[in-house]
């Protein structure tokens, strides 16, 4: 037998050795009396003793699985009969009355209060009519009375003791187990809370990647080639260029504070966002698009993440229109007038597009948006220019 999994002794299992116990001394006092000497009564009694048995071991663990009062009370009924006839053919030789308290302990284990009871009224009036049938003696009768009420009383007591105790047990196994695997689904849940920490980590990074450098690189891109388009032409307009290239290197240093202030309320100052959009336009008119910009209701004090996710969306919309659009006209509007609600919405005249969600910037705008519970609406149509609105709580 593997050491992981010992032979365990419950109280079914000890109920069994000590009812077996128990019909093997009464039949050794009753076979040592001298009252019976008959061969036929003698096979008689072993038979109804090997029966009695059987059917407290086997028939009692058979009614104990079905679960079903029907089998059980058949079951102490055919107790009953077999161990009134164990006492009525061996009269009185030996101990013959003990015969029947083993059917107490199982009464207690297996049916509730009120049957049991029934069950020990049944266990007293068969001692009394095998004892009566026999000896037509009421003093005989009497005289083991006391002795088997009071032995009854004090086994189902017991019985009763140690099946609250193991009850008790069990409950605190299954409690152990629940808490078990509890534990066991808190350490998987914290280990799924972890990988989404940092798969947001990583989203987010990427996305302030590409918002952020990514729009600054993007624009000095552009500066670049249209300086070097016209470095023969028009150099004082080149160097015109660099040096506004240069500048928006500084500008991409700034852009990782503005990243930072999303995160930190301690963080220093920075311009309005108000301020930080019209800037933007400024800064990426490199192409003959004309950006405009209008501001609804009055502008107010918004959370971190709303200003950056506005900030974004207006970087991602005006690069967008300003690299692939062909757009003539750029707008811009940012607007307060709702109470709970702020607005932006960027839109250009450009060549549309038949995937109006597709793109690195558009997903990474998707997601602070959701981040934030708002809403956010991109529409395109092939030659019907492109829009990004977003409405998130400010």
């Known amino acids: 037998m593997s050491k992981n999994n010992p032979p365990q002794f419950t109280l079914a299992t000890g109920t069994d050795l000590a009812f077996t116990l128990v019909v093997f001394v009464v039949f050794f006092t009753a076979f040592s009396a001298a009252s019976i000497t008959s061969l036929f009564l003698i096979l008689l009694i072993i038979c109804l003793g090997i029966a009695y048995i059987c059917n407290g071991i086997y028939g009692f663990a058979y009614a104990r699985k079905s679960n079903r009062l029907a089998i059980q009370l058949a ?84 019985t009763q003791m140690a099946m609250t105790e193991l ?54 891109n552009m500066q670049l080639k249209a300086a070097q388009a016209i470095v023969k032409i028009d150099p004082k307009k080149t160097v015109q260029m660099l040096q506004k290239a240069q500048e928006m290197t500084s500008e991409a240093l700034d852009d990782v504070r503005i ?13 309005s966002l108000v301020e930080r959009i019209q800037k933007l336009i400024t800064d990426t008119s490199v192409t003959d698009a004309k950006v405009g910009f209008q501001v609804k ?57 038949e995937n109006a969600d597709e793109g690195f910037g558009l997903i990474g705008i998707q997601e602070r948006v959701r981040l934030m519970k708002g809403d956010v609406l991109i529409e395109s149509k092939p030659g019907e220019g492109f829009r990004i609105r977003i409405r998130i709580p400010g």
């Open 75 to 158: 079951y102490f009924a055919l107790q009953l009969v077999l161990g009134g006839f164990i006492i009525y053919f061996g009269r009185g030789a030996g101990f013959s009355a003990m015969i029947l308290l083993p059917i107490v302990a199982h009464a207690a284990m297996l049916l509730d209060q009120d049957w049991a009871l029934i069950t020990n009224v049944g266990i007293f009036l068969t001692y009394v009519l095998s004892t009566w049938a026999y000896s037509h003696d009421l003093g005989h009768v009497w005289a083991g009375v006391p002795i088997l009420f009071v032995v009854q009383v004090f086994i189902l007591i017991f």
């Open 167 to 220: 009850r008790a047990r069990q409950n605190l196994e299954k409690t152990a187990r629940e808490l078990a695997e509890a534990n066991r689904q808190l350490s998987d849940y914290a280990e799924q809370v972890h990988d989404l920490s940092v798969a947001q980590e990583r989203n987010r990074f990427a996305r302030e990647i590409h918002d952020g450098l990514g729009h600054y690189l993007t624009t000095i």
């Open 259 to 271: 990243s930072v202030f999303a995160l930190r309320k301690d963080t220093l100052p920075i311009e």
């Open 297 to 353: 209701g009055t502008p107010r004090d918004l959370s971190p993440q709303a200003d950056l996710t506005i900030y974004r969306t207006a970087q991602e919309g005006i690069n967008n229109a300003q690299k692939h659009s062909q757009a003539t006209v750029i707008n811009c509007c940012l607007n307060y007038q709702e109470v709970d609600l702020v607005e932006f919405v960027v839109e250009d005249n450009g060549v549309g597009s």
